[in-house]
């Protein structure tokens, strides 16, 4: 079975913490993407138990953040918070699954100059048929259209400032480069976003199974000189 889309939510508000809660369709084992921004230069701080990615946080019009984890007894909710009262916070959370335990491959994230064109720089899968996240943040109330063949699975204003959220994803069929991935608003603004690659995870044998082999005498080779 190939890594699949289950489920998203978000949430939006002002102040210095925003709690998001995690959809009941969540199940232990699913990748969970973790998308934060806020309409100010704050620092923001994810909660506890999930991996932040490399290249968070950014900062350009709008402060940016992204961490993943595998679902595992998961609570109600998660709260983010930021070091500064703001005027506009918001988050997604994003759900995959597969038959198989998943992982991060690759990952990238960048900002964006003012333009009605958001461009995520390329990345790599290291196999076939490996899940591509986008996530964008605008510094304006806009609306996003999905880089071509993305299927768009969140898109929201926040409730107060000025900021909008997308998160889209597509399987790549391949492995190699994705391309770079161009989301387009209505309203032309700066921003930053976060484009990763999830695979399923990668299990080393054990020498046990790697090495042994289980033969009846009856199966047995009959060599003959």
Known sequence: MAIAYRTATYNTSSGTSLSINVPAAVQDGDFLVLFAAADSATS????????????????QGVRAACAYRI?????????????????????????????????????????????TTHTLTGISASGANEMLVCCFASDATTTYTPPSGMTGRLGFQFAAGSATA?????????????GNKSATTTVADDGAGFILFIRPAIVPLSDSQSLATDVSEGEALDLQV
Request: glycine share 10%; with cysteine.
């Open 44 to 59: 923001i701080t994810l909660p506890a138990g999930w991996t932040q990615l490399p290249s968070s946080p950014l900062n």
């Open 71 to 115: 679902a595992s007894s998961e609570p109600a909710s998660y709260s983010i918070t930021f070091s500064g009262s703001v005027s506009g916070i918001g988050a997604a959370l994003v759900a995959y699954y597969d038959t198989v335990p998943l992982e991060l491959d690759s990952s990238g994230g960048n900002t964006f100059a003012t333009s």
């Open 166 to 178: 997308m998160v889209c994803d597509v399987i790549q069929a391949s492995a190699g480069a994705s």
